[in-house]
């Protein structure tokens, strides 16, 4: 029998002893990842001063589109990747897509601002240097919560379904940090938003392709 035959019936035995993540297991993990996310920004970092108010702008909604789309894209990894036979394709594509904007978004606003001061001004923004560690801290309970869950899957590509796990918690509990963060430019968001996330995904590849692995 040839490699390739053998992985494909071990992957066709594994569909009879491991089910993979159904929609309503992922959602629960989302919610208590939610809920874990906002306790801690309540209790540690508390909302936002303005939040009655930005609540009423643009901005505030589109940061939460951009994170909440992130969230979905690394669910619809996730999900297909907790297959024998799964592929995260549209996914990746998804939060591929909207990063590009994302950045596209951040880079047209840094290019006309008045200035280099002013660019970097929103680059920076008030919190460049906790942003990304914040979102990192908020989602490790939804991280931990969701490989927990992948354990009883069968992801034949554990590496790849403990990033697109991460990507899923690194957006959910980035749309709750939204409550407290004030910074209102995709030039900020593109990249300290993101790198929060993928620093969330990076360790979920890392440990998921120990815990991951059957």
Do not use: N
Not at 112 to 118: H, L, M, R
Not at 164 to 176: E, K, Q
């Amino acid at each position: 029998m040839r490699t390739d035959d053998l992985i494909d019936a071990l992957a066709r035995d594994a569909e009879g002893t491991r089910d993979p993540a159904p929609p309503r297991r992922l959602a629960l993990v989302a919610a208590l990842g939610a809920l874990a996310a906002l306790v801690l920004v309540l209790s540690w970092l508390g909302t936002r001063q303005d939040l009655a108010q930005a609540l009423l702008g643009p901005m505030f909604w589109m940061k939460a589109v951009y994170t909440a789309v992130l969230g979905a894209a690394g669910y619809l990894a996730v999900e297909r990747l907790s297959r024998p036979d799964g592929s995260g394709r549209r996914g990746w594509m998804l939060g591929a897509a909207i990063f590009a904007l994302c950045v596209a978004a951040g880079a047209y606003q840094a290019l006309v601002s008045p200035d280099v001061q002013a660019a970097l001004k929103m680059l920076h923004g008030h919190s460049w240097r906790s942003c990304s560690p914040r979102i990192l801290l908020l989602g490790l309970p939804m991280l931990g919560l969701g490989l927990w869950t992948l354990r009883g899957t069968a992801p034949t590509r554990p590496g790849l379904a403990g990033f697109a796990m991460g990507l899923f918690s690194g957006g959910v509990v980035a749309t709750v940090y939204g409550l407290h963060c004030p910074e209102h430019t995709f030039t900020f968001i593109a990249l300290w938003y993101s790198l929060g996330v993928l620093a969330l995904a990076a360790i979920g590849a890392l440990v998921g392709r120990w815990a991951l692995r059957w």
